[in-house]
Nanobody
Framework: QVQLVESGGGLVQPGGSLRLSCAAS????????MGWYRQAPGKQRELVAA???????NYADSVKGRFTISRDNAKNTVYLQMNSLKPEDTAVYYC??????????WGQGTQVTVSS
């Protein structure tokens, strides 16, 4: 069992930055592919960025060049650095830990609002 707790969300002006953190409890954090998803009102949840156990990353086209995902296995934590934020980035951001199809865990989400 893995428990995920997100933090770092908030209100930021367009063009600003935020860093989200996701702290994981439980065993074997390093084997999980970690991902950040988001869900805006009235829209489906979408993948924002993911990082594998080996450190490979992938990003949604809408955030490439602006967002960076990273992980610190010693701290059981994954981060999402978000720069040049836009109003369309407004959403609830969720942390996910996945290992094969049998182990799939979600955090409770953190709100990010980009508005002037």
């Amino acid at each position: 069992q893995v428990q995920l707790v997100e933090s770092g969300g908030g209100l930021v002006q367009p063009g600003g930055s935020l860093r989200l953190s996701c702290a994981a409890s439980g065993r074997d954090f390093s084997i999980y592919t970690m991902g950040w998803y988001r869900q805006a009102p009235g829209k489906q949840r979408e993948l924002v960025a993911a990082i594998t156990s080996g450190g490979s990353t992938n990003y949604a086209d809408s955030v490439k060049g602006r967002f960076t995902i990273s992980r610190d296995n010693a701290k059981n934590t994954v981060y999402l650095q978000m720069n040049s934020l836009k109003p369309e980035d407004t959403a609830v951001y969720y942390c996910n830990a996945k290992f094969t199809r049998w182990f799939d865990y979600w955090g409770q989400g953190t709100q990010v609002t980009v508005s002037s």
